[in-house]
Every structure is written in structure tokens, then in C-alpha cells.
């Protein structure tokens, strides 16, 4: 008897969303509609708890201080390096599909541009502090900190008089580890009714003005990908469509909720339990890429907003401005990290950088629900395939420890 896998029903579940949007009446979308919602406050749920447990049950588990530092600096490496090549693929194909030309200035005479924080206040939202607080607020990256000094402390401590709380931390993962997988089962259902809404509201007229921007998008997002499948060939050493396969299930649901943050448990079960990668290096570098790793909404994005711009209010942008976009988006990935409203801050940031009026982002607000599906999916699939590469050192790291003792 044919078994649809879980991937391709987390697919299924997204076309027949999106079919159930364009034919079924208003009162029943808006039956369906809170199922959605609750589906993402279920992913919510589990965030924190298990970015905490499982980032101090790993740390704490580590024979070697050393690792800490070369986890760290390898994964800044690749998000860096990533960063760069999305910001050129963005720049490429906003350059081919020349997106602005066609669309009246009027459009975005009215728009009132985000307000980017100043780098004390982002600086200051990113150490732990009031934790309580931070966490009621959705920011991950001071969870992470706090955890990552928990379990190095918890290291430090004689064996005899920590095993107690080792354990605990341990076991508690495993049970959120546990939770994880009974709510991702749920990814078809939730991803449904997720897409019924998005089906109702966008319509072919409403995307016709905008269709080169969105195709544009979506063509570098997948060069981008593309590009990622090539990293995990030649750096990770692994089949890159055995790679592609095994993380689908985190690639849909990030496309299908626009959150990377939301898609964190389904990209920790995924790499550790498809992709195989250690526990110690998803739980560091996913809830990190789930903040920081932002190839589509900061990199690939922002750069061809630029190039939209530019033509919609006929200036021309000099080889010195597309450079600085690159390294501006780069910088921007990291730097904007746990601030809402993330691709429309590193827009307003790049386009400052360059010297563009931010009033280009009128353009395509409207569309913005469209375009954050693929650029999700890049986001969370570049911070698979980082986590993927450092694996491979981390695991090269203990080979060399253990031949030693």
C-alpha cells in the first residue's frame, strides 16, 4: 500500500490550503483560520523550554572547554560567509529582472518607514537580563547566552556535586524532545490551515503589478539553496539531495509559517534526528540561526529592494553602492537579530547605508506575506546547512580527542 512520508504531506497539506483558500466561503476560512494560529502558538510553546534544556544538557556534557570556541567562531564563519553570497545572488537577480521598472511613484508617497534601533539598544537586547521578561517577549538570544554560561558553569563543577542537575537537564530534554515530535505530527494539519487564509486573500490581480519582484525573489532564493546543496557537497562531504530529503520537513514548515523562530523544534528534531547531526552542535547553531541566519529576509531581500529603488526613483547605483549593500546585508543579518518586523529593518538598514529612499519598501509591503515564505525557507535552511558544516568539525574535533586518549 502507498505511505506519503511526512514531508510530502506537509506538502500536500500546503496545496490544498492554498486550493481550499480560492474555493471554500468565508465562514468556513474563518472556522479553519484559528487552527492555524494555534498550530503556531503550540511551536511557540516549546521554544524556549527546549532551546534551554538542550543547549545546558549539551554544553555541560563537553571533555573539551575548547569546543565551546570552535563551535562558535566556525558557526560566525559560515552565517558570514553565507550572508555575502546571498547579497551577491540578490544583487544578480535584481539586476536581471530590473523589478521597479513599470511602477508609479505614487505608490509610496504615504509610507511611514520602520524606525531602526540604535546598536546600544540592539546590543543591550541581546545580553540576558531580565529573563522572565526577555523570554514573554519572544527573544531567544539572551536564552542562549544564559545557556551556554549555565552549562559551561555547570562544567566547571566537581562531577560528584553536579550530577544531580546534569541528569535532570538531560532527562528534561529528552522529554521535550519528546513533546517536539507529538506537535511536529501535527505540520500537515497546522500548514493547512495556515494556507487557507493566504489562498483567500491573495489573487492573481493583486500579484500581476508586483509579478518581477516576486519572481525575482523566489529565483534567487532557490539559486540560494541551490548554492547550499553545493556547500553540503564540497564542505559537509554528504549528498546534498540526501541532505535536501532528510530536511524537507523543516524547509516546508518554514515556508508555510514565515517564522523562523516558529520552525526552531521542527529544525532541532530534523538535524538531529534526519540529518544525524550531533545534539551539541543543533542546539547551539539552530536557535542561533533562528535569530541570526538570514540569508532571504536580510541579504537576498534587501538587495534587490535596493536595486528596486533605484530604478523606481532613477537613480543609478555605482559599483561602490552594491558592494556596500553586500556588506551592509551581511553585517545586517547578525546585527538586527531578535528585532520584530526583521525584513523590513534590514531593508530600511541597507537602503540607509546606500543612500536610497526608504519609501521603496512602499512598493512592496503589500506583497510581504507572499515573498517571507521563500525567504523563511532560505533563512532555515542556510542555518541547516551551517549547523551541517560544523558538525562535521566538531565531529573531526572528538575523533582527534579520543584517538589521543
Known sequence: MFKLGFGNQCLLGL???????????????NFITPFGAAFLQLLTLIVIPLTFSTIVASFANLRDIRLVKSIGSRTLFWFVITAIIAATVGIIFGKLFNP?????????????PRIVPNLERIFLDMLPGNLIKQISDGRVIPVIIFAVFFGLALTSVEAEKSKTIKAFFHEFSLVMFKITRKIIRLSPYGIFALLVPVGHTYGINALLPLAKFILAIYLAC???????????????????????????PAMITAFTTSSSLGTLPVTIETLVDRVGISDTVASFVAPLGATMKMDGCGAIYPAIVCILTATIFGIHLSAYQYILIVITAAIATIGTAGVPGTASIMATVVLSSV???????????????IVDMIRTMTNVTGGGVCATIVDRSYKEYNQILENKV
Do not use: E
Open 222 to 248: 532557490i539559486t540560494q539553496i541551490i548554492i547550499y546543496g553545493i556547500l553540503i557537497s564540497v564542505v559537509a562531504r554528504r549528498n546534498p539531495l540526501t541532505f535536501f530529503k532528510q530536511f524537507w
Open 100 to 112: 521597479g521598472f513599470g511602477l508609479s511613484l505614487s505608490a509610496g508617497h504615504n509610507y511611514q
Open 15 to 29: 496545496f490544498l490550503g492554498l486550493l481550499a483558500g480560492k474555493i471554500l466561503p468565508d465562514y468556513a476560512i
Open 355 to 369: 543612500g536610497l529612499p526608504l519609501q521603496g519598501l512602499a512598493f512592496v509591503i503589500g506583497i510581504d506575506k
